[in-house]
């Protein structure tokens, strides 16, 4: 093992704070639903390459540990050039990978129960006066709302709620969402991106939500309204009025965004591209894939 190890998952972090930075605008070039996609992409990939490196890590940290034990591990798995792993590195490289994993389990529990509570309450409104508008994914999810917030807006404002949360459970916003909270979890560095992620996914739904109503002043005036009211709300979805509530009425204020119907694409290929490479790397699935063809080839 050398320090080129370490280099795809630099790379990975790099990549993801400066598009946690470029993104981060409510008014950026690139239409919300385009950086979502990109930020979430991102910051799944960056999870999964510090787990690929903590695990090639810690495998020859304890190949260092044990070399008798290093036979019965797979080729692919071990660095080429059989140098021994300090404590140094190693150590932390351990400990680091236990806390990911276990934050891993802990962050995709909490997800699960807060979505089986929200499922099981998205049946009737909520009996509260808070104003409260939630997107439950799943076969029996929906829009959670309550009382208070059915009392508080006029008819044409519910119609934008209800377009908005549609909007949420219509692109399957939850899997954005969860990529973001566990890239923040795992990688506390990044929480910048999860930031950026739940801004974009809210602005994604906005634009939803205007082109429904046709307004795109009355969204605005809707989400300022609902803000006032009650500026958070719990659950494990997106919450009508949770993220970047002033940036997102500015950007309502102004004009639609351009769809990038070639830009968005090509930068989202590229950009899984790129990113997918360093992960695989940080794998080491070239190595895996080499280990397992070579045996085939043989028997021909």
Avoid at 219 to 244: D, N, W
Avoid at 275 to 299: F, G, I, K
Wanted: hydrophobic share 50%.
């Amino acid at each position: 093992m050398n320090w080129f190890t370490f280099l795809p998952l630099a790379v990975m972090l790099a990549l993801a704070t400066a598009l946690g930075r470029a993104l981060g605008r409510a008014r950026s070039p690139l239409h919300p639903s385009w950086a979502a996609r990109l930020l979430a992409t991102t910051g799944a990939m960056s999870v999964l390459a510090a787990l690929g490196t903590g695990v090639f890590v810690t495998i020859n940290y304890a190949a260092t540990l044990l070399p008798a034990a290093a036979a019965h591990v797979p080729e692919w798995a071990l660095s080429g050039d059989d140098s021994p792993v300090p404590d140094l590195v190693g150590v932390p490289a351990a400990v680091l990978l236990a806390a990911a994993l276990l934050t891993t389990a802990r962050t995709a529990l909490r997800w699960t129960g807060e979505l089986r509570t929200a499922r099981s309450q998205a049946r009737r409104p909520l009996e509260t006066e808070v104003p409260i508008a939630v997107a439950v994914p799943g076969r029996r999810g929906g829009v959670l709302i309550s009382r208070g917030l059915l009392r508080a807006l006029s008819p044409a404002e519910l119609h934008v709620v209800f377009a908005h949360e549609t909007s949420h459970l219509r692109h399957r916003h939850h899997r954005y969402l969860a990529c973001g909270a566990l890239t923040a979890a795992v990688l506390p560095p990044l929480r910048p991106l999860d930031e950026r992620l739940r801004l974009a996914v809210e602005r994604w739904a906005d634009e939803d939500a205007a082109e429904v109503a046709g307004d795109r002043a009355l969204v605005a005036r809707t989400i300022a309204k609902v803000a006032l009211a009650h500026p958070t709300a719990p659950g494990p979805s997106a919450a009508f009025a949770e993220s970047g509530v002033v940036l997102r009425v500015e950007a309502l204020l102004g004009a639609p965004p351009a769809r990038n119907s070639v830009t968005g694409p090509l930068l989202f290929m590229g950009n899984g591209f790129l990113t997918s490479s360093l992960t695989a790397t940080t794998l080491q699935l070239d190595q895996v894939v080499v280990s397992c063809l070579l045996p085939l080839l043989a028997l021909q």
